[in-house]
């Protein structure tokens, strides 16, 4: 018999077994005739090139192909064997681990009903099945209440929209749509599903904003709106979810500020924002109460500013993308005095100005580090060790005033073979940022033996400048 891999499942089954044995009932559950029949013809409208019920003509809970999984709904006792009903369907071939039944080219559902057939169904999962015959979301809109996952990947020729009727999936745990034709607003049903922990809506063709009730989600971990159309702020509840670890709005339309009540997002690991219309002023300071925060992308948005000095806080830090915002200023040295664990730090296409910091060598872990196109100047300060590991990775060209020690320069040719446009350190050039700070506090300091005078300083002030 085909049952659940979910460890409540495994144990009654066996309990079941141990209760059958004992009192000498040697006959099993068979799956009733309307859901065997219902299974075939998902199968057959899947793919209709396999003999689906010649090569399963037995009881498919005890005989089917994986992917299709049964379970007791009423269990076993002395002198009963108990009911099973399926409990999971999973289609489309993913590996050689998940072997599920193949989905064919000409992949549809013709029957909307069908899956009402399912009354104890908890899981619905299709990779790469509706690839080119349209079907409509509104199939599955019949699925009874008891579902907890519903997962679509890969399928661009499933369409429609989510209705209203997702607010009756009220076990609901996991909804996954995404590569999918799938359109429209989401609707305010979607904030009634309480046992929601994950939203994958991405790389589909959303619009729209985002509702307000999203903060009833008091369960969701994972919520990824990314690759869609959708638009408008983020509403300030969004602050509320507090077990989100991960919030991906990426490529879309969203706009305004992004609101303080963010920094209750206590959890959350990836925090992903780039390519929107935000217009923030500035990096947000909120980021450095996320304490747990391993990854923060922002590039692409208008916000302007300075990079905050807020990274203390946030050692745990692996990767962050602040490409083309239009930061000012200079690089903070604490990014590398406190981000041991860094290993991608995107600064490029930005207004900074002076020096690299040398405490950027400090990131051994980093394995790409982009400074590209900005204003900065002086010496590059990374040793030949540093530049050959990080190698191609290391982009640096588009800062006219920056410049690299021969040595560097055969190390990174040697590790990548390019260097970008920057121009050769004068040998003099490392000195010169010490010059004149030493000579203010000559005054007290002798010159062959003898005072310097004040005026003598203030000569050899005027000839460096």
Same mark, same amino acid.
Request: proline share 6%.
């Given at each position: 018999?085909?049952?659940?891999?979910?460890?409540?499942?495994?144990?009654?089954?066996?309990?079941?077994?141990?209760?059958?044995?004992?009192?000498?009932?040697?006959?099993?559950?068979?799956?009733?005739?309307?859901?065997?029949?219902?299974?075939?013809?998902?199968?057959?409208?899947?793919?209709?090139?396999?003999?689906?019920?010649?090569?399963?003509?037995?009881?498919?809970?005890?005989?089917?192909?994986?992917?299709?999984?049964?379970?007791?709904?009423?269990?076993?006792?002395?002198?009963?064997?108990?009911?099973?009903?399926?409990?999971?369907?999973?289609?489309?071939?993913?590996?050689?681990?998940?072997?599920?039944?193949?989905?064919?080219?000409?992949?549809?559902?013709?029957?909307?009903?069908?899956?009402?057939?399912?009354?104890?169904?908890?899981?619905?999962?299709?990779?790469?099945?509706?690839?080119?015959?349209?079907?409509?979301?509104?199939?599955?809109?019949?699925?009874?209440?008891?579902?907890?996952?519903?997962?679509?990947?890969?399928?661009?020729?499933?369409?429609?929209?989510?209705?209203?009727?997702?607010?009756?999936?009220?076990?609901?745990?996991?909804?996954?749509?995404?590569?999918?034709?799938?359109? &429209?607003? /989401? !609707?305010?049903?979607?904030?009634? +599903? @309480? *046992? =929601?922990?994950?939203?994958? $809506? %991405?790389?589909?063709? #959303?619009?729209?904003?985002?509702?307000?009730?999203?903060?009833?989600?008091?369960?969701?971990?994972?919520?990824?709106?990314?690759?869609?159309?959708?638009? &408008?702020? /983020? !509403?300030?509840?969004?602050?509320? +979810? @507090? *077990? =989100?670890?991960?919030?991906? $709005? %990426?490529?879309?339309? #969203?706009?305004?500020?992004?609101?303080?009540?963010?920094?209750?997002?206590?959890?959350?690991?990836?925090?992903?924002?780039?390519?929107?219309?935000?217009?923030?002023?500035?990096?947000?300071?909120?980021?450095?109460?996320?304490?747990?925060?391993?990854?923060?992308?922002?590039?692409?948005?208008?916000?302007?500013?300075?990079?905050?000095?807020?990274?203390?806080?946030?050692?745990?830090?692996?990767?962050?993308?602040?490409?083309?915002?239009?930061?000012?200023?200079?690089?903070?040295?604490?990014?590398?005095?406190?981000?041991?664990?860094?290993?991608?730090?995107?600064?490029?296409?930005?207004?900074?100005?002076?020096?690299?910091?040398?405490?950027?060598?400090?990131?051994?872990?980093?394995?790409?580090?982009?400074?590209?196109?900005?204003?900065?100047?002086?010496?590059?300060?990374?040793?030949?060790?540093?530049?050959?590991?990080?190698?191609?990775?290391?982009?640096?060209?588009?800062?006219?005033?920056?410049?690299?020690?021969?040595?560097?320069?055969?190390?990174?040719?040697?590790?990548?073979?390019?260097?970008?446009?920057?121009?050769?350190?004068?040998?003099?050039?490392?000195?010169?940022?010490?010059?004149?700070?030493?000579?203010?506090?000559?005054?007290?300091?002798?010159?062959?033996?003898?005072?310097?005078?004040?005026?003598?300083?203030?000569?050899?002030?005027?000839?460096?400048?």
């Amino acid at each position: 018999m085909a049952i659940s891999s979910s460890p409540t499942y495994a144990l009654t089954f066996f309990t079941s077994l141990l209760i059958i044995g004992i009192s000498g009932v040697n006959s099993q559950p068979f799956l009733n005739s309307v859901e065997q029949e219902s299974v075939y013809r998902v199968l057959e409208a899947l793919n209709s090139d396999i003999p689906w019920r010649s090569l399963f003509p037995d009881d498919l809970c005890s005989s089917a192909p994986h992917g299709v999984v049964c379970g007791y709904s009423t269990m076993p006792t002395a002198t009963n064997p108990g009911t099973v009903n399926i409990l999971e369907l999973s289609f489309g071939y993913v590996s050689d681990h998940n072997p599920n039944p193949p989905c064919g080219p000409n992949s549809t559902l013709q029957d909307p009903f069908i899956f009402s057939a399912f009354p104890y169904l908890r899981k619905l999962f299709f990779y790469n099945c509706f690839t080119q015959q349209p079907v409509s979301l509104q199939a599955f809109s019949h699925v009874g209440s008891s579902l907890e996952e519903l997962v679509f990947i890969e399928n661009p020729s499933l369409f429609g929209s989510l209705t209203e009727s997702i607010g009756n999936m009220t076990s609901l745990r996991r909804l996954v749509i995404t590569g999918t034709n799938v359109s &429209g607003d /989401i !609707p305010v049903g979607f904030g009634t +599903l @309480q *046992n =929601l922990e994950e939203a994958t $809506l %991405s790389r589909n063709r #959303f619009t729209g904003t985002l509702p307000e009730n999203v903060s009833n989600l008091k369960k969701l971990r994972i919520l990824d709106l990314s690759q869609n159309g959708f638009g &408008g702020n /983020i !509403p300030a509840a969004i602050g509320e +979810l @507090q *077990n =989100l670890i991960k919030l991906d $709005l %990426s490529l879309n339309l #969203f706009s305004g500020n992004f609101p303080v009540s963010m920094k209750g997002l206590k959890n959350i690991e990836l925090l992903d924002l780039s390519c929107n219309r935000f217009t923030n002023f500035g990096i947000p300071i909120f980021l450095s109460e996320m304490s747990k925060l391993k990854e923060v992308y922002l590039s692409g948005n208008e916000l302007g500013g300075l990079i905050p000095d807020i990274w203390k806080n946030l050692r745990g830090i692996i990767a962050i993308g602040f490409s083309g915002v239009g930061l000012v200023g200079n690089i903070p040295s604490s990014i590398g005095v406190f981000l041991g664990n860094l290993t991608y730090l995107a600064l490029d296409n930005n207004k900074l100005t002076g020096r690299i910091p040398l405490e950027l060598e400090r990131l051994t872990m980093v394995n790409e580090l982009n400074l590209k196109n900005n204003s900065l100047s002086g010496r590059l300060p990374f040793s030949d060790k540093f530049v050959s590991r990080v190698g191609s990775k290391l982009r640096v060209q588009g800062n006219p005033e920056l410049c690299v020690d021969g040595g560097v320069i055969r190390s990174f040719h040697k590790s990548s073979g390019v260097l970008g446009q920057l121009k050769v350190c004068n040998s003099n050039s490392n000195r010169v940022a010490n010059t004149r700070s030493d000579i203010l506090h000559v005054s007290s300091s002798s010159f062959m033996g003898h005072q310097v005078p004040y005026l003598v300083i203030v000569f050899l002030l005027f000839l460096i400048m």
